[in-house]
C-alpha cells in the first residue's frame, strides 16, 4: 500500500508518494498544465502514477485560509477531489495545507537552493510536506500498524 500526496495548483500539481511502510514521503514530479481548465492530461498522468506506485489512497492539499474559511481556491480544490474520486475510485482525503507552501520555501532556503531556483521545486516539495504531515498523523492513531 501506498499513498499519493498531491498539491494541486492553478498551474501546476506537485506529486508525492509515500514508501510502502507509510512511513516517509518522497516527491515524485510536478505536472503542469498551460491553462487551469485545461486538467484532461493531468488527471491522466495522475491516474499512471497511481498505477505505477500501486496506491490505494491520495491525500489532497486543502488550501484553507488563515481563519479555516475555504475560499475560491480551496472550492477547486473540492472539485478536483470530486474529479479525483470518480476517476481514480480511489479514497480521496482533504489535508489542511495551511503554510505548507511557506514550509516549502524556507526548507529550499536552509538548503541553499537560489531563489530563482524555488519555483521550479516548490509544488513537489509542498506535496511532499502535506504528504509527510498524513503520514505523521497515521503513525499516531491507536491501533495504526493496522493501517500500514
Known sequence: MRIMGLDFGSKTVGVAVSDPLLITAQGVEIIRR????????????????IMQYEVDRIVLGFPK???ASIGERGEKT???????????????????????????????????VRREDRSKYVDKIAAIFILQGYLDYLAGLPGHGEER
Do not use: H, S
Not at 34 to 46: G, M, N, P, Q, S
Open 34 to 49: 498551460d491553462a487551469e481548465k485545461k486538467i484532461r492530461k493531468t488527471l491522466a498522468r495522475i491516474e499512471e502514477l
Open 65 to 67: 485560509n488563515m481563519n
Open 78 to 112: 473540492i472539485e478536483f477531489q470530486q474529479t479525483l474520486i470518480r476517476r481514480t475510485g480511489l479514497e480521496v482525503v482533504l489535508w489542511d495545507e495551511r503554510l505548507t507552501t511557506v514550509a516549502a520555501d524556507k526548507a529550499m532556503m536552509e538548503g541553499k
